[in-house]
């Protein structure tokens, strides 16, 4: 069970598919030829960091359980 929240930036998508490697039964490619998340709850939340931090563009936000932004780290 994962903790973390996704958030995808379809704006920022390039569709590298860094994050589907990284984990595959979380991120997929959509239609539209951009990442979507298909199963939050589908790796574990260090696996879903990971596949966030492999996006070049910074198209993937994760917070945790408190909402508070893990990565990107917000700007201060």
């Not at 860094?18 to 991120?27: E, G, H, M, S, T």
Request: with cysteine; aromatic share 6%.
């Amino acid at each position: 069970m994962t903790s973390v929240h996704v958030e995808i930036s379809k704006k920022k998508c390039q569709a590298f598919g860094n994050c589907i490697a990284k984990a595959p039964a979380v991120f997929v490619l959509g239609a539209d030829k951009k990442v979507e998340l298909v199963d939050p709850a589908g790796a574990a939340d260090e696996e879903i960091l990971q596949a966030a931090k492999s996006c070049p563009y910074r198209a993937i936000a994760v917070s945790n359980e408190q909402g508070e932004q893990i990565f990107p780290p917000p700007r201060k």
